[in-house]
């Protein structure tokens, strides 16, 4: 059994907060007994992190540019990501392995020639790349807002884009998508009119292959705050990490974990300080085996420019400093 079967076991014997400490000291051990064997991100970075934050991959995936938003193929020897140079818009960029060596990132094979993309996610069995766009959603009509496009992967490769269709396409807003094993889908939207720091989460379940109706999450992740957002769902819907501000947090943003009981959401936990800080921490993702939390740090500066990296953390690390 490896480690993210082991951990997907442990989350869900979770019952109770009484039960966290030493389901969690179990999830560190798995972790420290996994630490020992190859990892193809190791080629990319040879410095993998403990339980302090590190910038993954400096001066090829977070660089000078304001980069969010990374996600992985199972097999973790693709990757795509986001990054906005200065005075430009948001673009998807991605790198292969190829005879263990990492390629050097490029635009993202579906980049358009309008509008912008950001925020890839990859389904957990590989077989759809999802990300936001504002291009048009067809030959007569523009975009009308941001949806999500998603290409198939096929025996030759990812196909060409499409963007979902209803009940997703009739939204001015869906933002930050990203899939359980089930292909239920998470995602941040609002209403026409509502302002931005009142967008939260949202989920819409698989029913056959379709998506009926979109439903707002509760008040234990939708919890009292604003710009709840970003939501990265487990594969088997075991836990949630997302991003908020609350008058109770370390900054402008704080990334938060919440677990499903027996379909129950717990509230909200704050990651706590070794993770979140002054700065803003959000567009959390977790590596295809368990291991690694990514998520983005940044703020603005005295200029009024954005700056920000990629971090990564081991998470069981992360899981065991939780109160």
Partial sequence: MNFIHKFRKLVSLVKQRAALPSILFSILLF???????????????????????LIFAEGIISTDDFEFTITFTPEMDELYFTRRKPDEDNAVYGIKLENNVWSEPEIA??????????????????????????????????S???????SKRTASGWDDPRPLEKPFIDRRITMYLTSA????????????????????IHTANNINGEYSE??????????????????YIAPDESY?????????????????????????????????PEINTDQCEMCASVSPDGRYL????????????????IYWVDLGRVLENIE
Avoid at 118 to 125: G, K, L, T, Y
Avoid at 144 to 150: E, P, T
Avoid at 181 to 200: C, H, I, M
């Fill in 31 to 53: 972790t420290s007994c996994e630490s020992n064997k190859t990892h193809n991100l190791s080629l990319l970075d040879h410095q993998t992190p403990d339980n302090t934050p």
């Fill in 109 to 142: 094979f579906f980049t358009s020639n309008e509008g912008w993309d950001f925020e890839p996610h990859i389904s957990p069995n590989g077989d759809r790349l999802y990300f936001g766009s504002v291009r048009p959603l067809n030959d007569t009509a523009s």
């Fill in 144 to 150: 009308a807002g941001l949806h999500q496009w998603y």
């Fill in 181 to 200: 094993e089930n292909g239920n889908l998470y995602f941040t939207t609002g209403e026409e009119g509502v302002k931005p720091e009142d967008w939260d």
């Fill in 214 to 231: 979109v439903i707002r999450m509760g008040p234990e992740i939708n919890f009292d705050g604003k710009y709840i957002a970003h939501s």
């Fill in 240 to 272: 949630m990490i997302y991003d908020g501000e609350s008058d109770s947090g370390y900054g402008d943003c704080d990334l938060y974990i919440s677990f499903n009981r027996d379909g129950q959401w717990s509230e909200a936990i704050n990651l706590g």
């Fill in 294 to 309: 990514f998520f983005h740090r940044g703020s603005t500066d005295e200029n009024d420019k954005d700056t920000g990296n």
